[in-house]
T-cell receptor, first 113, second 115 residues
Framework: ETGVTQTPRHLVMGMTNKKSLKCEQH?????MYWYKQSAKKPLELMFV???????ENNSVPSRFSPECPNSSHLFLHLHTLQPEDSALYLC????????????FGNGTRLTVT | AQSVAQPEDQVNVAEGNPLTVKCTYS??????LFWYVQYPNRGLQFLLK??????LVKGSYGFEAEFNKSQTSFHLKKPSALVSDSALYFC?????????????FGTGTRLTVIP
């Protein structure tokens, strides 16, 4: 069983809705990440938090808003999304050092209608 | 610029035969290299990594990978494939010169092991 838990597993939302994705890690890691996985494309790094501070924002549209209240929890707030935002959103955590592997959750499958 | 190439979208191999999943990379400075596996409806799972030292790295589930600096490759291998190895495999690279956050993934290779 993964040490990184994501909820919900599936989410269908309209373009005018507001929803949030939740991620919790039980591994004592310092860094947490949001990735977007679309078919036939490399994983896209969206946001990184180290010790609750955002250290990376890869030109992500403002309709995606991350929140990291502590080192164990990470949220991704969604509003006025587009159909092309439909994808698998993966949360990951790591020790935060360059050679530390990432530990991923099982993802939230998002469909925007 | 940093990048990872997985030239094969799909690899098919018979059960019991050796398997190879290819990966080449481009990175500034010394690379940190990783392999991950993704089963259906799951997140990615870490298999193995190369940081420094021996070019042959051993990882989980009997997998190993060979780092070749001159060819900038990091191919994943297993001597005898199992049906349960069927999954999506991702190679990833990080530069030792940049921050810890810049991990670049390939597009993935789907491995199918045929009984």
């Amino acid at each position: 069983e993964t040490g990184v838990t994501q909820t919900p597993r599936h989410l269908v939302m309209g373009m005018t809705n507001k929803k949030s994705l939740k991620c919790e890690q039980h591994l004592g890691h310092n860094a947490m990440y949001w990735y977007k996985q679309s078919a036939k494309k490399p994983l896209e790094l969206m946001f990184v938090y180290n010790f609750k501070e955002q250290t990376e924002n890869n030109s992500v549209p403002s309709r995606f808003s991350p929140e990291c209240p502590n080192s164990s929890h990470l949220f991704l707030h969604l509003h006025t999304l587009q159909p092309e935002d439909s994808a698998l959103y993966l949360c990951a955590s790591s020790q935060g050092e360059p050679n530390s592997p990432l530990h991923f959750g099982n993802g939230t499958r998002l469909t925007v209608t | 610029a940093q990048s990872v190439a997985q030239p094969e979208d799909q690899v098919n191999v018979a059960e019991g035969n050796p398997l190879t999943v290819k990966c080449t990379y481009s990175v500034s400075g010394n690379p940190y290299l990783f392999w991950y596996v993704q089963y259906p409806n799951r997140g990615l799972q870490f298999l193995l990594k190369y940081i420094t030292g021996d070019n042959l790295v051993k990882g989980s589930y009997g997998f190993e990978a060979e780092f070749n600096k001159s060819q900038t490759s990091f191919h994943l291998k297993k001597p005898s494939a199992l049906v349960s190895d069927s999954a999506l495999y991702f190679c990833a690279v990080k530069s030792g010169q940049t921050g810890a956050n810049n991990l670049f993934f390939g597009t993935g290779t789907r491995l199918t092991v045929i009984p």
